[in-house]
């Protein structure tokens, strides 16, 4: 059983930046795949990107360029720094985990086993 707690959420501007962290209470460092989603009021929970236990990271084209997925193996914890932040970035955002070497994409939410509690980030113009 793995649980993980985001923090780091806030209210900022657009053109701002936010960092968002999420730590797992158990040893993620050596099999695990670490994704964030987020979901906005009203819509279906959307695939960031993740990063594999050696840091091969992929994105979602909507932050691509601007997002960047980190992660500590040492620490257990998941990192998303978010640059250029857009009012289209606002929502709730999770991270989430699965077993490495799932035969799914990394944006698939019904794949992952895990999910923290979401941390919300609203970007005002």
């Known amino acids: 059983q793995v649980q993980l707690v985001e923090s780091g959420g806030g209210s900022v501007r657009a053109g701002e930046s936010l960092r968002l962290s999420c730590a797992a209470s158990?040893?993620?460092?050596?099999?695990?795949?670490m994704a964030w989603f987020r979901q906005a009021p009203g819509k279906e929970r959307e695939g960031i990107g993740g990063i594999t236990v050696t840091h091969w990271t992929t994105y979602a084209d909507s932050v691509k360029g601007r997002f960047t997925i980190s992660r500590d193996n040492a620490k257990n914890i998941l990192f998303l720094q978010m640059d250029s932040l857009k009012p289209d970035d606002t929502g709730m955002y999770y991270c989430?985990?699965?077993?490495?070497?799932?035969?799914?994409?990394?944006?698939?939410?019904?794949?992952?086993?895990?999910w923290g509690q979401g941390t919300q980030v609203t970007v005002t113009s």
């Open positions: 989430a985990a699965r077993i490495d070497g799932s035969f799914y994409g990394p944006l698939l939410p019904a794949s992952y086993t895990y």
């Open positions: 158990a040893y993620t460092g050596s099999n695990y795949y």
